[in-house]
């Protein structure tokens, strides 16, 4: 690598452009030649975060792109995601600057996962692959170039997580339930990108238990802890993780549907037991809807708990992700082939 | 003992323009954030009038300790306005229509308290 190159990813990291590890330099032309990728002009407007005065031009996310390292084929990809970065549902400037410290979780699902050559299997929820780890970097850049006001907001994450650098996470291209992307409307054949504002994996063990019920107890109970972000305003969900070995139990018993009405059901707490530990306000506001003795789900809706089948084989994990509660809606996008 | 930094006086923007230079030629790096225009929203940052204006944005205990606040304050003989004006949601920006009102207040506007 030229001296001048080294130099200029010293410069990028030094001003700002940066999401705290080294870049590729956006120079002009792999700028163009990601533009061309993804079928957008420099110039074309690709979003606008009305609340910050912020217009988004397409030739920021192809430099985002190629400063994340990745590769051109990835375009089509990018462009749907992109697209669901600056959807006003996603709130990507609360994502970057609440306490809650949250990351972009990016589910791609569907045939592109084998032909980008996503990791589906081993470490799937951080896999050390350049699919992975660059589609996720790029979404975490998005957030941090596009929803801070151009430098003038700063990220209040009392934590955080490491997702904050790259999170993503590939489906398996043969499911049990059916894509993941099935779950928003999408058809079982497309190829999809799917986001969420998110804190980081919690892992479930059952290495014992000898049934579906077993396995869905313990995932259950993983949503339930005391410390669970969700159990006063609810407005975030969770997404379940399922790998083969836990499928193979719950697949006998339920059926995705009855699965997410089986956690439902059952992964409650008494809400006296939550008061009086301070999860919820004493005097609470309308919006919780607390309703003291009665068990409490921390789900106010079905519709906010999912489902992803990825992880390898020969070992008994399942993981349970809390979305993050400041950001209600998952937004889904099919991968459209790129028109020349 | 460590020294505290004032987070607003060691913000740094991030640059808007950088260049590439090798021994022929310079080009332009493609700056991938995009800027605020018009210019972000003035606010005076001194209060025409000694009055307070409290707003709850409805995180934890945000209510509870303005409530608080309000006592304090008029203890202390300053004027607090009764109402406690409440942003919708916390997790998102103000209401246009919120942030208008609040801009033609003359007093201090006091928002964002929570624990």
């Known amino acids: 690598m030229a001296y001048e190159t080294l130099q200029d990813i010293e410069n990028c990291m030094d001003n700002g452009w940066s999401d705290g590890l080294p870049v590729i330099p956006p120079y002009g032309s792999l700028v163009e030649e990601m533009l061309s990728a993804i079928g957008w002009k420099a110039g074309d407007v690709i979003g606008e975060i009305a609340d910050q005065n912020i217009i988004v031009r397409a030739e920021k996310a192809a430099a985002t792109a190629v400063m994340a390292g990745c590769k051109i084929e990835y375009g089509p990809l990018l462009r749907s995601l992109s697209q669901a970065l600056l959807d006003p549902r996603f709130n990507i400037g609360g994502v970057e600057v609440t306490t809650g410290g949250a990351a972009v979780l990016v589910i791609v699902s569907g045939p592109i996962v084998e032909q980008l050559g996503f990791e589906h299997r081993a470490n799937a929820l951080g896999a050390n692959n350049r699919a992975n780890a660059t589609v996720g970097r790029f979404a975490q850049m998005m957030r941090h170039f596009c929803g801070s006001g151009g430098g003038v907001l700063t990220p209040h994450g009392t934590v955080g997580h490491p997702g904050r650098l790259s999170f993503c996470i590939a489906e398996h291209p043969s499911t049990e339930w059916g894509p993941y992307h099935t779950q928003y409307g999408l058809p079982a054949s497309a190829s999809a990108v799917s986001i969420m504002s998110a804190e980081g994996p919690n892992s479930c063990n059952n290495h014992y238990g000898e049934t579906g019920v077993s396995i869905l107890d313990t995932i259950g109970d993983c949503m339930n802890h005391y410390g669970q972000t969700a159990w006063y305003y609810r407005s975030g969900g969770f997404v379940v993780v399922i790998p083969p070995d836990h499928m193979a139990l719950v697949k006998e018993q339920f059926s995705r549907e009855q699965a997410a009405d089986y956690i439902y059901a059952n992964a409650r707490r008494q809400t006296d037991d939550l008061i009086k530990a301070g999860r919820i306000a004493k005097d609470p506001i309308p919006y919780a809807e607390v309703e003291e003795h009665s068990l409490r789900s921390p789900l106010k809706s079905l519709d906010q708990l999912s489902f992803i089948e990825c992880g390898d084989e020969g070992g008994r994990f399942s993981a349970v992700i809390p979305r993050w509660v400041g950001s209600q809606q998952v937004v889904c996008m099919a991968i459209e082939e790129v028109k020349k | ?115």
């Open chain 2, 1 to 115: 003992m460590t020294e505290k930094t004032n987070t607003l006086d060691a913000l740094k923007l991030p640059i808007a323009q950088l260049i590439s230079c090798g021994d022929i030629s310079c080009e332009l790096l493609v700056d991938p954030i995009p800027r605020p225009a018009p210019e972000p929203i003035k606010v005076r940052l001194k209060p025409k009038q000694s009055r307070v204006v409290l707003v709850d944005h409805q995180k934890p205990n945000s209510m509870a300790i303005l409530k608080l606040t309000q006592t304090i304050l008029r203890k202390r003989g300053v004027e607090v306005n009764d109402e406690i004006l409440v942003k919708d949601d916390a997790s998102r920006p103000m209401t246009a229509a919120m942030l208008n009102l609040l801009s033609q207040e003359g007093g201090l506007v006091l928002c964002g308290i929570s624990d």
